[in-house]
């Protein structure tokens, strides 16, 4: 048997850098479930956080393919938007409120944490067919779902309810986005679907401010404004693919400038939304969204004029 060469050397590489961090994981997983430590559990529920959505997406955008990038960042959305919806319709009960390790609204069927997180990591393992992703997404998953039973806020119930609806919005996205032969192509059949996603996320989202639910007001308002500005993707996503395929070292300078633009921006919307009102989100993160286009969009040219 020879010697794997070049390429398969990377890809066995990358493989078990995967592999390793989910080990990492699953013994910080173990550890929670013995010690039963508060803190380990919000460690691991933090994984499925919009802040480290936001950061890995544009990981997966700058570093690796801009197209699944913005597929993940789809499938966050149309899982966020149905789960605002799912709970009303359910409306089960979270655990009793005195147990609860950390603050929680609305109902808890099905888990929103896990839910997104299932969507978003089996759409990347679809996509990109590699085990140790595969790996990687079963353990990242498996700590989501196991901490917000462990915080007290969910039942076991409503995460498994949480990965069978990820499962079904990933498998959805992946087949109508990022599919085989799938690209994102102005006027084409396919990019017409895929557009559909922040149109259901904004319907969502009013009818979420309209019929008062009790749960996801300001993420209902975030989702529709994210979800509108990816309808400049097909605009700017030849110069944005130039990215994801440019030197290392251009792709690692577009992650940290888009990174640090995109956290920057969603902290003051924070601040804006607290001085003006929950509704300001719908436009700011319209914008933030927008921006992470632009910046990743510019980034190419701007760095290779300076080499």
């Known amino acids: 048997m020879n010697p794997p060469e070049g390429d398969d050397r990377k890809s066995l590489l990358v493989d078990y850098v995967l592999i390793s961090i989910s080990a990492v994981i699953?013994?910080?997983?173990?550890?929670?479930?013995?010690?039963?430590?508060?803190?380990?559990?919000?460690a691991l529920t933090?994984?499925?956080?919009?802040?480290?959505y936001v950061v890995l997406s544009i990981a997966v955008l700058t570093l690796i393919d801009a197209d699944a990038g913005v597929a993940s960042l789809l499938a966050v959305i149309a899982s966020g938007s149905l789960v605002i919806w799912l709970k009303e319709v359910f409306a089960l009960p979270r655990p009793p409120e005195a147990l609860w390790r950390e603050p929680a609204e609305g109902y808890g069927f099905p888990s929103g944490h896990t839910q997104v997180s299932t969507s978003?990591?089996?759409?990347?393992s679809l996509k990109f067919r590699r085990v140790g992703l595969a790996v990687?997404?079963?353990?990242?998953v498996a700590a989501i779902a196991t901490s917000r039973v462990g915080l007290h806020v969910h039942y076991v119930r409503d995460v498994l309810g949480g990965i069978a609806f990820g499962l079904l919005v990933g498998a959805c996205v992946w087949a109508l986005v990022v599919g085989p032969g799938r690209r994102f192509l102005m006027g084409s059949p396919v990019n017409r679907v895929a557009?559909?996603?922040?149109v259901l996320s904004v319907v969502v989202?009013?009818?979420s401010f309209w019929e008062g639910y009790a749960y996801g007001f300001d993420t209902s308002f975030k989702l529709g404004g994210l979800a509108l500005s990816l309808l400049a993707y097909p605009l700017l996503a030849q110069r944005i693919r130039v990215l994801s395929h440019a030197p290392a070292t251009v792709r690692v300078s577009g992650f940290i400038a888009t990174?640090?633009?995109?956290?920057?921006?969603?902290?003051?919307?924070?601040?804006?939304?607290?001085a003006v009102g929950i509704w300001v989100y719908g436009p700011a993160y319209f914008f933030v969204?927008?921006?992470?286009?632009?910046?990743a969009a510019l980034t190419p040219s701007l760095i290779l004029k300076r080499l």
């Open 26 to 42: 699953t013994v910080l997983l173990t550890v929670a479930v013995v010690t039963d430590s508060t803190k380990l559990w919000l």
């Open 120 to 124: 978003f990591w089996s759409l990347l």
């Open 205 to 207: 989202s009013v009818l």
């Open 195 to 198: 557009l559909a996603l922040p």
């Open 289 to 295: 969204g927008l921006t992470i286009l632009v910046v």
């Open 46 to 52: 933090s994984l499925g956080e919009e802040s480290a």
């Open 259 to 274: 990174t640090v633009v995109a956290l920057v921006l969603t902290e003051a919307s924070k601040l804006l939304a607290e």
């Open 136 to 140: 990687l997404s079963v353990a990242v």
